[in-house]
Structures are given as structure tokens and as C-alpha cells.
């Protein structure tokens, strides 16, 4: 008897630690998948209006600011331009880094990195 009492105690314990089991690996996955969702969100706390708007001024006629902001064709189109114009060019940057710097936090963020808009 006391080996059928045994077996019984020993596959309650089995079936408790595979619920416990499960429900950490739920809790796993679910602390995952927020995880992953917050990862590819870009918030409005990496906005990266003073970066981009002094590299555009200093050293714009590169296209380093187009590259910060995640627009690579209109950067490597800046280098084009620059080298084209033999440097007049680099006037575009020195705009679009006034205007970077001159718009609030919210309205760049909203402008150049939300909606991507690439140009002035």
C-alpha cells in the first residue's frame, strides 16, 4: 500500500512541476514578445534633432546627417551633390541643419523621423 501511496505522491509532484513549468514558460514567452515589441519601436526619446542638425552644419556636405536619421540614398545623393557642385552644394546641409535645429523636439521628431520626410 504504501508503494501505490508513493507513486501516487510522486505523480502529483510530476504533474505540479510541469504546470509550474508552464506557466513560466507562458510567462517567457509573453516577457518576450514585449520585449521584441518594444525593440523595434523608435521612441521619441532617441530623437536625434541636435545631432543631425549639428552635423549638418558642420559637416553636411558628407551627408553624415542624412546617415544619422536613417536616409541613406539622400545621403550618398548629398555626397553626389557636393561633389558634383564642387562644394556649393554643401549650402543644402547648412540649410536643413538650421531648420533641424529651429523646429521643437516634437515637430523634427514628428517630420524627420516618424513620417521620413528626406529633404528640407
Do not use: R
Not at 67 to 80: H, K, R, S, W
Amino acid at each position: 500500500m504504501s508503494e501505490e501511496n508513493n507513486k501516487d505522491g510522486f505523480d502529483e509532484a510530476k504533474e505540479n512541476v510541469e504546470n509550474a513549468a508552464e506557466k513560466i514558460e507562458e510567462g517567457a514567452k509573453q516577457a518576450a514578445s514585449e520585449i521584441k515589441e518594444e525593440w523595434n519601436q523608435v521612441s521619441q526619446s532617441e530623437n536625434k534633432k541636435m545631432i543631425a542638425g549639428i552635423l549638418a552644419i558642420v559637416i553636411g556636405s558628407l551627408g553624415v546627417h542624412k546617415f544619422i536619421l536613417g536616409y541613406t540614398q539622400e545621403g550618398i545623393l548629398q555626397i553626389v551633390i557636393t561633389f558634383v557642385t564642387c562644394g556649393i552644394g554643401g549650402i543644402i546641409p547648412l540649410i536643413e541643419g538650421i531648420i533641424y535645429l529651429t523646429k521643437s523636439d516634437e515637430e523634427f521628431y514628428e517630420t524627420y523621423q516618424a513620417n521620413k520626410k528626406g529633404w528640407f
